[in-house]
């Protein structure tokens, strides 16, 4: 992820990594209140390009704010940061990781000191390029009555660390949890999709992370003139599914081979699922229907 080289924003500066002094007192280290973002930049024809910056940055403030922490930065504020520290870094094709974190303080209650980095790194795709076997977890995602499901909080991610460990284990490539209800939700890091007799399902928002890449998938799909219902629904349609797969910043749009046992019975290559993948490519890559305001 860095070098001696690397720069990264931190409080207010440009610094390098090993400038930036973390106290192990901090609350965030102790009990998971922080709150952080996964964003992608493209080397597009028009430049470098950071993909929904905008959406990201203002998901970041819904994190921060759900959670009692004060965000000092404004969304623009943000988005500008993030272009200096690509170019500060020679980045173009990268991956974005704000973080920001809470300072000293050993109670239960969110402390005045706040503290926001932002790191950026070449990554492939997170899941990589072929299908991928998964396997329901055992675990479910966190209830929307214990926490908020639509922040991306930094102790939520506990939940995605067991699900990936527990399939790995098992020799399965990802997970796929199901919702407090045993609905089927999304992987550890993912949004998950259906495809069948034509048609794309997925889960509504309400008990899943509202994932930007998600509402993408949606947009293109309608504009492609595909028909996209978002519902509950539990394991036992994986399992009469034509195909699937996950999309999310990191991983992109990835197909699923199999859910446990269970094969899906349309090639990848003909599935909605793939028409989708290569249209997502080209709308980052191409930096389509940007958001860009700078
Ligand atoms: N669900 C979870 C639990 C995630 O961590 C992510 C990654 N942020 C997603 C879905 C996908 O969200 P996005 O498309 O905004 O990256």
Redesign the pocket.
Known sequence: YYNENTTIFFNGQFVKVKEAPVSIYNQTMHYGNGVFE?IRAYDTPDGVRIFKAKE?YE?LHYSAEVMHINLQYSVKELELITYQLLELNGLKDAYIRPLVYLGDNMSLTPTNEVHVVIMAWEWGKYLGDKLLRVMLSSFQ?PNPKSCFVEA?VVG??TN?ILATTEAKAKGYDEALLTDMNGYVA??????FFIEKDGKLFTAPLGN???????QTVLEIGKELGYEIEEKYFTPDEIFTADSAFF????AEVIGIESVNEYKFPLDWEDSIGAVIQKKYKRRVAHNEYQNVYL
């Open positions: 996964g990201h998901r995602r991306k939520h991610y995605s999304e992987g550890p890091g993912a949004n899943i992370l509202a994932g930007i890449t998600r999309c999310g910043t990191a």
